[in-house]
């Protein structure tokens, strides 16, 4: 079954596709018989594709353009990549997917009407890679981008036609295969589908749809959706969407309200738009052939730009002029070469670690990530990053053209047959991305390129990683200047390939705040400056904007990149910098292993050992008397302003945590804990919790309040001591010590006493430990490596410059950690961030590492697990006499605690 949620996207899609041809579309025996099977009897959800039609479409040079922007939706429904589009739409003439009821539940089903023999058909299917056969002769489905399995699936073959089907359904299927089909597919008929609303669809919808179709009783006022489109000899296309359910009227609302909201968007649905309503159905008829001819006000209506002017009383809260100093404008001469743009960024633009690809130190290459992926297991997929210096006002952010590239030579890359890189002619995904910061010293354009290697190669062993880096350099520059004043509705200018645009968006505390967008493929823009009206720049700054990409089959791709400016002034012109030329700059790398690389960091060899912690560890060492006097001494000469400490208990043993209580200022009432580097060190890599539990607190009215009192609901099961929002306070929490060196309680004071002083505060810290651990062997740290331990298998999934990710295989048991030494076998600092399980009773661990680590054993704990509890006690001021808490209402009979 295709992704539902696509199939949702494209029920509106399919409203959009055109198809007026003349040719002969005739649906054969087996195109009747896929359409009986997909729309009767057991499919709760399903969805049946004319491909034959869809094909002649778009081999007609009139809706050749058209019916190619839609057809990555269309073949979406069927799980079709674009790259087995042609094979798809050469060997199969119609095409169903959907689910069907079953005594255990709904199973997909799938089915395919042939041009050709049957068999050939499937042997298409086969290589493809869209199914496979299992042992026992049945077929499991493939997804080709997550390579998800569904199945098993019974095949039954009739002439031309392949269905797949579940097994517990097949011999009833096979019955109706048998007999004449009760529906004949019309020769212009172009899809239909449908879909039972509750259960079946509300896992699959959106969220956002999912909220609006509660809010209207969607799911009460409809039992199901479904939808046909098709053409007639004219030319004519017609889509329907029915609503069959006891409250069609509850769905007309919600359709009025939606289609009424926007002028443009209510004068298309008034003219292309047809509503009938019955006692059970509601009918929305749309003129496909009436909506294209309206494309211009369909893209007002999905654009961010209202291209109307701002009110003319905001115009009078603009502020005096701010301008510009002219140290701070950079200058673009007309002409540049690749070493004199990167100049343009400063100094230092924050490239991060890497390697540095030329005398610049304006590129850079770095490892970013070496993981094991679940879609191809076998292989070993890399993340590299390359990284370049920009102008601090750069924008490419409405580039069309490829800012970088990056090509690897060696070693060969594995194009897995499913997932994200099997869509790549070169295997790899990449990405581009601007960071917006640094602007006072320039900005940072990132690529990213993702590939996989050979299966079994372990990318750890690699002679290395040899590849080029290119950036497309501006090398060509020119400047235009754009009217744009009071009251700032939308200015634009048009090139040979497309146009840019500036519109006002709004006015706020005196600060004019402008849009700036495209359509085309426009210049690239290297810079946006205002100017007033003595053509003097004012101060402007740029922030990321609204980016929508909307794909209308009839009319191309919205992609309204809206990058925001806020400007200091009243401006009178939009100067753009353009990029008229560039030129590749392109620089060789070679990468070699291990990833990540480097030992400049790591720990001196005559430090103490990164032990860890047990009883022993903790008793003899970090209690140790001369260990405490030092964290005490530290503890004492840090303390702050307007902090009180809190005082031992009698008796109380010595602590490894300090606590004080904030008395004034902003943050008065926090309670503070903090512990040294090697109190946080112990506690790091064992990833041993603390827990903090408040016993009682004491104000200056009399009141005390203890752990039982917190609880306390009145006979509308509300707390009674909660925080002002209804919610409970927390009075026993955990906090981690080796994630940082502090820990801050807040929100624990009742609302109705935030205002009454604090006079006294008693709590208490515990932890547990046991007595000892045990490790595996120590291994090379790969994807390719695995460590034995306690009955259990582990193996590391992901390695990245600070971060660690190791899988557990045949065991779920607590006290599992992992320990690291890099390559001189020295420990290397870390820290267990994150335990992950899963229902398979297997579990993850993430850990954050300080420095790069090529080794790695587990360990766990063993033996009997002791605890260790430290009281404390604040004492802000001479106590009062504690008087009863506020009496609590009596509660109502078996209430039920709200979440």
């Not at 292309?272 to 909506?291: G, P, Y």
């Not at 101060?539 to 990149?561: I, Y």
């Not at 009682?696 to 001591?721: M, N, S």
Request: aromatic letters at 6%.
């Amino acid at each position: 079954m295709p992704d539902l949620k696509n199939v949702i996207l494209c029920l509106s899609v399919l409203l959009l596709v055109g198809c007026a041809s003349g040719r002969d579309t005739t649906p054969s025996n087996a195109d009747h018989r896929l359409l009986t099977l997909a729309t009767d009897g057991e499919p709760t959800a399903t969805v049946a594709l004319n491909l034959r039609l869809l094909k002649t479409a778009s081999a007609d040079p009139t809706w050749k353009d058209a019916v190619e922007s839609a057809e990555q939706h269309l073949l979406k429904l069927g799980t079709i990549p674009p790259r087995h589009r042609a094979l798809v739409l050469d060997t199969f003439s119609s095409f169903a997917a959907g689910l069907m009821e079953t005594p255990g539940g709904t199973v997909p089903f799938r089915m395919f009407a042939s041009h050709g023999p049957e068999d050939a058909a499937l042997e298409v299917l086969q290589t493809a890679r869209l199914i496979e056969a299992t042992k026992e002769g049945d077929y499991v489905l493939i997804d080709p981008e997550t390579c998800q399995r569904q199945g098993p699936l019974r095949l039954l073959k009739t002439k031309q036609l392949l269905a797949f089907v579940p097994p517990a359904l097949a011999a009833d299927v096979s019955a109706r295969l048998a007999r004449e089909p009760s529906q004949k597919m019309d020769p212009l008929f172009i899809a239909q589908a449908g879909v039972e609303v509750g259960p079946v669809l509300e896992p699959f919808v959106p969220g956002l749809l999912m909220l609006a179709i509660q809010q209207f009783q969607a799911t009460d006022a409809a039992r199901r959706i479904s939808f046909a489109a098709r053409a007639d000899a004219s030319g004519a296309i017609r889509a329907d969407v029915e609503f069959i359910g006891p409250h069609p009227e509850r769905i007309q609302a919600l359709w009025e309200r939606v289609t009424t909201s926007e002028s443009a968007l209510r004068t298309v649905v008034a003219s292309s738009t047809k509503l009938q309503a019955s006692k059970d159905v509601l009918r929305i008829t749309f003129d496909v052939n009436s909506l294209r001819e309206q494309s211009t006000m369909l893209r007002r209506a999905f654009s961010p730009f209202s291209d109307e002017p701002l009110p003319s009383e905001s115009l009078e809260d603009l502020r005096e002029d701010d301008l510009l100093s002219p140290e701070d404008t950079v200058s673009y001469p007309e002409t540049l070469t690749p070493e004199s743009f990167l100049a343009l960024s400063g100094d230092d633009c924050g490239l991060g670690k890497g390697q540095d690809l030329d005398e610049t130190q304006k590129l850079r290459l770095a490892f970013t990530s070496l993981r094991a992926s679940f879609i191809t297991p076998e292989s070993d997929h890399l993340q590299l990053t390359a990284r370049v210096c920009q102008p601090r006002d750069y924008v490419p952010v409405l580039a069309r053209r490829k800012l970088m590239e990056l090509r690897i030579q060696q070693p060969e890359l594995h194009r897995p047959l499913c997932g994200p890189l099997a869509a790549s002619p070169d295997g790899m995904k990449v990405g581009e991305d601007l960071s917006g910061q640094n602007t006072s010293r320039g900005q940072v354009a990132s690529h990213h390129a993702q590939f996989a290697l050979k299966p079994g190669v372990d990318a750890q062993t690699l002679p290395a990683i040899s590849g080029s880096v290119t950036v497309h350099v501006p090398t060509r520059i020119r400047s235009i200047r754009i009217p744009f004043a009071a009251p700032f509705a939308r200015a634009e200018q048009t090139f040979p390939d497309g146009k840019l645009f500036v519109e006002g968006l709004r006015i706020h505390l005196g600060t004019l705040t402008f849009q700036l967008g495209s359509e085309g493929t426009p210049p690239t823009v290297l810079a946006v400056r205002a100017l007033n009206a003595e053509g003097k720049y004012l101060r402007s700054e740029a922030r990321p904007g609204l980016t929508m990409v909307l794909s209308l089959p009839l009319f191309g791709v919205l992609s309204p990149d809206a990058p925001l400016f806020t400007v200091e002034g009243r401006p009178a012109q939009i100067e753009l910098v353009l990029v008229d030329a560039t030129t590749p700059y392109t620089r060789p790398f070679t990468l070699t292993p291990p990833f990540p690389a480097g030992n400049a960091t790591a720990r001196d060899a005559k430090e103490l050992p990164l032990a860890l912690i047990d009883q022993s560890l903790f008793e003899q060492h970090l209690m140790s008397p001369e260990s405490v006097a030092k964290r005490t001494a530290s503890f004492n000469g840090a303390v702050k302003k307007d902090a009180l400490p809190a005082a031992l208990p009698p008796n109380a043993p010595a602590s490894p945590f300090h606590a004080w209580l904030m008395t004034d200022g902003v943050f008065r009432g926090d309670v503070e804990f903090s512990w040294p580097d090697d109190v946080q060190e112990a506690f790091a890599q064992a990833e041993t919790p603390v827990t903090l539990e408040l016993l009682e607190a004491d104000f200056a009215d009399g009141t005390r309040l203890r752990a039982a009192d917190i609880e306390a609901v009145d006979e509308d099961d509300r707390y009674v001591w909660n925080n002002g929002y209804g919610r409970q306070l927390k009075w026993n929490t955990t906090f981690s010590p080796g994630r940082s060196q502090s820990f801050t309680l807040r929100d624990y004071i009742p609302h109705q006493l935030e205002r009454v002083p604090l006079t006294r505060l008693k709590g208490q810290l515990s932890f547990a430990l046991h007595e000892k651990w045990v490790a595996s062997s120590p291994t090379a740290l790969s994807l390719h490596t695995e460590a034995l331990l306690a009955g259990g298998r582990f193996k590391v999934e992901l390695i990245e410059p600070g971060r660690i990710r190791i899988q557990s295989h045949g065991t779920d048991q607590e006290g599992f950690s992992a320990v690291f030494d890099d390559a001189e076998n020295r420990p290397v600092a870390s820290v267990l961030t994150k335990r992950t399980d899963f229902d398979d009773a297997t579990f993850m661990l993430d850990f954050e590492t300080r420095q790069p680590a090529h080794r790695w054993r587990m360990i766990q704990s063993q033996g009997a697990s002791k605890t260790y509890a430290y009281p404390f006690e604040i004492v802000a001021q001479a106590p009062v006499p504690p008087t009863a808490p506020k009496s609590v209402p009596a509660r109502k009979a078996n209430p039920t605690r709200k979440k």
